[in-house]
């Protein structure tokens, strides 16, 4: 395990307590300010590290990559170095940011140039996203939609338990954290109508989901192990794949979903790297039957990540609707992607792979309006005594979430986006 995960190591900049950002996370993302253009950053405390003034101080030289990579308004070619590089930066941060170091922590001018208030900072999405595949890897959430809408006994169809169904989505529509989204407009046909109707959805929801970013590609014709997919995967965001349940319901047969969720899907803004994350994996739950050898794999793959949605409504007053973990799934990323590639089909740098919605056991953990509401049947009742079946106009959804061991919480920050009305 890498030595910037080390519990111990502490930070010459304040952490509050609660921070999502203590000296071990070192999440990388790209801001830019009113006087610094898009740029790469590690975010450390309420700090941004301007990882660009960084190597113009001179401070990244003792690792050999070009810096140019980290003045550019993506990740795409920082990430594409590769590992070794990327963990060298990390490892070199950590080292830069401890309290025993004192290359910054005496040098008050060289602070000024590196450090940026976050609330100073707009922060950008981090990669350009090349391909986007939304996968559906939640056995609670697959059973809970097979019992709405088609047999609770036969919740899960056939293939389910033998490989990781998924769908090609659309990475135009990806943006980050904060950025407002319209209500979609589509056509619906309610149950007892004779045709369609054409107009804004009234049942558009959240979907909780982790998204994994791809830092190394593969050509077209090859294909990714279980065993090699982890070097293939720089970090985590938290996402939402925005949906309009009643534009889906009508134009999802017989090839999936398609305007009820391409209109927008957000991002959290820092990546936390695989490598930040290592110190809580855990087991994944048990596959029954056993999957076939492409799809095995050995040691821990699941990650013991809590997450939480809040809904805040227009005039401020926020209900924390779900408390789920990333624990639950039951395809891990790695399955995800050897089956993704088992066919040569090939990767991007950018890459973004969502976990599909993750639902836990019982209804406080469900991952969606749909569930938690189970169709609309059970409003969620809001502090300011409207109700919920689905998200309403001028309504934000807040994703959080985070890993906690040993006195270190891992934090991925905030996915949050609002829902404006339909132009
Ligand atoms: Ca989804």
Redesign the pocket.
């Known amino acids: 395990m890498s030595r910037a995960n080390n519990p111990k190591l502490k930070s010459w900049i304040e952490v509050k307590t609660g921070s999502d950002f203590p000296i071990q996370n070192l999440p990388f993302g790209v801001f830019k300010t009113d006087d610094r253009s898009a740029r790469a950053g590690v975010a450390i405390g309420d700090y941004i590290l301007d990882l660009s003034a960084l190597a113009k101080a001179g401070l990244l030289d003792s690792i050999n990559f070009d810096k140019k990579v980290l003045w550019q308004k993506t990740l795409n070619d920082f990430i594409a170095l590769g590992k070794p590089i990327t963990n060298a930066v990390r490892e070199r941060l950590s080292d830069l940011l401890n309290i025993d170091n004192a290359e910054m922590k005496n040098n008050t001018e060289l602070q000024k140039t590196v450090l940026v208030k976050q609330s100073d900072a707009q922060m950008l999405l981090p990669v350009h996203v090349p391909n986007y595949t939304?996968f559906?890897s939640s056995r609670e959430h697959a059973t809970n939609v097979g019992t709405m809408f088609r047999d609770p006994k036969n919740a899960l169809l056939p293939n389910w338990l033998h490989l990781p169904v998924g769908y090609h989505?659309r990475a135009s529509s990806i943006v980050v954290s904060g950025t407002p989204i319209h209500r979609p407009k589509g056509q619906t046909k309610a149950d007892d109508a004779e045709n369609p109707s054409f107009g804004p959805s009234k049942l558009l929801d959240f979907?909780l989901?982790v998204a994994f970013i791809v830092s190394k590609e593969t050509e077209l014709g090859s294909s990714v192990s279980t065993q090699q997919a982890e070097d293939h995967i720089f970090g985590l965001v938290l996402f939402n794949?925005w949906?309009a349940r009643d534009l889906q319901k009508w134009e999802y047969v017989p090839l999936g979903p398609f305007l009820a969720?391409n209109f927008g899907s957000i991002a959290s803004p820092w990546i936390v790297t695989l490598e930040a994350l290592e110190p809580f994996k855990i087991e994944s739950p048990e596959q029954e039957p056993a999957v076939l050898p492409y799809l095995q794999f050995d040691g821990q793959k699941n990650y013991d990540l809590h997450l939480q949605v809040d809904i805040v409504t227009g005039n401020g007053v926020s209900k924390t609707v779900s408390n789920s973990n990333f624990k639950y799934m039951y395809w891990n990323m790695c399955q995800q992607l050897a089956h993704h590639t088992v066919n040569g089909c090939n990767i991007q740098v950018g890459d973004l792979y969502?976990s599909?919605?993750i639902s836990g056991p019982t209804p406080d953990s469900y991952g969606s309006m749909l569930e938690i509401s189970w169709q609309g049947k059970n409003p969620v009742a809001m502090p300011d005594g409207t109700e919920r079946r689905f998200i309403l106009d001028n309504d934000t959804v807040v994703i959080k979430g985070y890993c906690e061991k040993d006195g270190v919480r891992i934090g991925f920050g905030e996915c949050s986006g609002k829902i404006l009305p339909a132009k």
């Open positions: 939304d559906y989505g979907e989901e794949d949906s969720k969502a599909g919605t």
